[in-house]
């Protein structure tokens, strides 16, 4: 019954990860897949999460039973928590509901699908570009995608103007999805003065802001510096939906940890909103796994272990700005034709080259470095190993 079936292409990112994997030389370079790497090219497991999951493993009066559908309480609320900060008040009037998720992505449908389901504009504008996943996303959770001018290539920076137009037409009402710091793919993101301005121009025209934080720590090394926009947001009193991912700050992507916050006008309509979230999961995939937000939990509340994943997630986010300067170095060493100074400019993960995707495909062949097509590299992919390597062939690749 299934020999008519077309075969699908690769998922545009993880499918670099697999033409990587075929790829039998020794100086290939992986830097499609947003995952973190230490100095030696490694995987990083954080010490903290170890440690946590020590005490878990100890505890003997731990159990396997299943998770509440919303997922364990400790969590949501310790990650309501971190995303708005202790003082907020959402949290102190209890008028936010927040459900553990599977990572960002699964985050980011329940909140779709629950705004499909009761929210009365079904359209979401979404930045172009932004992460590929998003479109696919909020379409199949029953929304229509349209897209806000985000980024301009010409400064390699933000197109603020286009921004502000794209939304000043947009009908009043919709959903608008932000990145709530380390833009991905463009590592461009507005200034704090900006981003008041994007907040005034949503609330006049009584838009829905939806924040995707899946980098809190990651962009600047500071976990509240990162969630300045969303707290501007809510600190004027007004909803929002926040999706936010532990599969960067706390290494943790494989565990798919998340969660999604639903900041609401009072507490009874906080309580009647989560009711309905659980009937948006318990279909889907009725509750949520318990190991990862175990980990989450433990970190969390314990002050020492807090204070310990500050100093190493900032020494992540110092990694990564290190490896900036060095290309940044590397490629104006070697006078390569251009301007460069966005690599430092740009914040988070990725840095999106300008390299087009002629130039993405000659460094892959020629030089055995992968990235997605539209010449976003992952920062944390590098070392000072490989830099010169990537500087050789972007070199190569501008003045050929
Ligand atoms: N949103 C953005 C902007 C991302 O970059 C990512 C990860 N690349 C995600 C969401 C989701 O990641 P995950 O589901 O692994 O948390």
Same mark, same amino acid.
């Given at each position: 019954?299934?020999?008519?079936?077309?075969?699908?292409?690769?998922?545009?990112? *993880?499918?670099? &990860?697999?033409?990587?994997?075929?790829?039998?030389?020794?100086?290939?370079?992986?830097?499609?897949?947003?995952?973190? +790497? !230490?100095?030696? @090219?490694?995987?990083?497991?954080?010490?903290? /999460?170890?440690?946590?999951?020590?005490?878990?493993?100890?505890?003997?009066?731990?159990?396997?039973?299943?998770?509440?559908?919303?997922?364990?309480?400790?969590?949501?609320?310790?990650?309501?928590?971190?995303?708005?900060?202790a003082d907020s008040p959402a949290i102190q009037e209890n008028r936010i509901?927040?459900?553990?998720?599977?990572?960002?992505?699964?985050?980011?449908?329940?909140?779709?699908?629950?705004?499909?389901?009761?929210? %009365?504009? *079904?359209?979401?504008?979404?930045?172009?570009?932004?992460?590929?996943?998003?479109?696919?996303?909020?379409?199949?959770?029953?929304?229509?995608?349209?897209?806000?001018?985000?980024?301009?290539?010409?400064?390699?920076?933000?197109?603020?103007?286009?921004?502000?137009?794209?939304?000043?037409?947009?009908?009043?009402?919709?959903?608008?999805?932000?990145?709530?710091?380390? %833009?991905?793919?463009?590592?461009?993101?507005?200034?704090?003065?900006?981003?008041?301005?994007?907040?005034?121009? $949503?609330?006049?025209?009584?838009?829905?802001?939806?924040?995707?934080?899946?980098?809190?720590?990651?962009?600047? @090394?500071?976990?509240?510096?990162?969630?300045?926009?969303?707290?501007?947001?809510?600190?004027?009193?007004?909803?929002?939906? =926040?999706?936010?991912?532990?599969?960067?700050?706390? @290494?943790?992507? @494989?565990?798919? =940890?998340?969660?999604?916050?639903? /900041?609401?006008?009072?507490?009874?309509?906080?309580?009647?909103?989560?009711?309905?979230?659980?009937?948006?999961?318990?279909?889907?995939?009725?509750?949520?796994?318990?190991?990862?937000?175990?980990?989450?939990?433990?970190?969390?509340?314990?002050?020492?272990?807090?204070?310990?994943? &500050?100093?190493?997630?900032?020494?992540?986010?110092?990694?990564? $700005?290190?490896?900036?300067?060095?290309?940044?170095?590397?490629?104006?060493? +070697?006078?390569?034709?251009?301007?460069?100074?966005? $690599?430092?400019?740009?914040?988070?993960?990725?840095?999106?080259?300008?390299?087009?995707?002629?130039?993405?495909?000659?460094?892959?062949?020629?030089?055995?470095?992968?990235?997605?097509?539209?010449?976003?590299?992952?920062?944390?992919?590098?070392?000072?190993?490989?830099?010169?390597?990537?500087?050789?062939?972007? %070199?190569?690749?501008? !003045?050929?």
């Amino acid at each position: 019954v299934f020999s008519n079936i077309v075969r699908a292409p690769e998922d545009p990112i *993880l499918g670099v &990860t697999v033409a990587y994997n075929k790829d039998t030389s020794p100086n290939k370079l992986n830097l499609g897949v947003g995952a973190y +790497r !230490t100095e030696e @090219g490694k995987p990083l497991v954080l010490n903290v /999460v170890r440690k946590a999951e020590q005490i878990l493993v100890n505890d003997q009066s731990r159990v396997k039973e299943y998770l509440p559908i919303v997922g364990l309480a400790d969590f949501n609320k310790l990650s309501a928590k971190l995303i708005l900060g202790a003082d907020s008040p959402a949290i102190q009037e209890n008028r936010i509901t927040t459900v553990q998720g599977l990572s960002g992505t699964g985050s980011l449908r329940v909140g779709g699908e629950f705004l499909a389901r009761h929210y %009365h504009q *079904l359209t979401i504008y979404i930045p172009q570009p932004t992460w590929g996943n998003h479109t696919k996303v909020f379409t199949l959770a029953g929304l229509s995608v349209k897209t806000y001018r985000y980024y301009d290539p010409a400064t390699r920076g933000l197109d603020f103007q286009g921004l502000l137009e794209d939304l000043g037409s947009a009908p009043t009402g919709s959903v608008v999805l932000l990145h709530a710091c380390a %833009h991905n793919p463009t590592g461009v993101d507005p200034t704090l003065e900006q981003w008041e301005q994007i907040r005034q121009l $949503i609330r006049s025209k009584a838009f829905l802001p939806f924040f995707d934080s899946a980098y809190q720590g990651f962009a600047s @090394g500071s976990l509240d510096a990162d969630a300045q926009p969303v707290r501007l947001f809510v600190g004027d009193g007004g909803e929002c939906l =926040v999706a936010q991912s532990y599969a960067k700050n706390m @290494g943790l992507y @494989g565990e798919r =940890v998340g969660a999604l916050s639903i /900041v609401c006008k009072t507490a009874d309509v906080a309580s009647r909103v989560e009711s309905q979230l659980k009937l948006v999961i318990r279909p889907m995939y009725s509750n949520p796994p318990i190991h990862g937000a175990s980990i989450v939990a433990t970190i969390l509340k314990n002050s020492d272990l807090y204070n310990e994943w &500050t100093i190493e997630l900032k020494a992540m986010a110092d990694r990564i $700005i290190s490896m900036r300067h060095q290309l940044f170095d590397a490629l104006t060493a +070697r006078g390569t034709p251009g301007d460069w100074s966005h $690599i430092m400019k740009q914040i988070g993960m990725f840095t999106f080259t300008g390299l087009n995707s002629e130039q993405v495909a000659f460094m892959t062949k020629e030089y055995h470095i992968y990235m997605t097509s539209d010449g976003r590299i992952s920062m944390a992919g590098l070392s000072s190993k490989t830099v010169p390597h990537l500087a050789d062939a972007i %070199h190569a690749a501008v !003045t050929r």
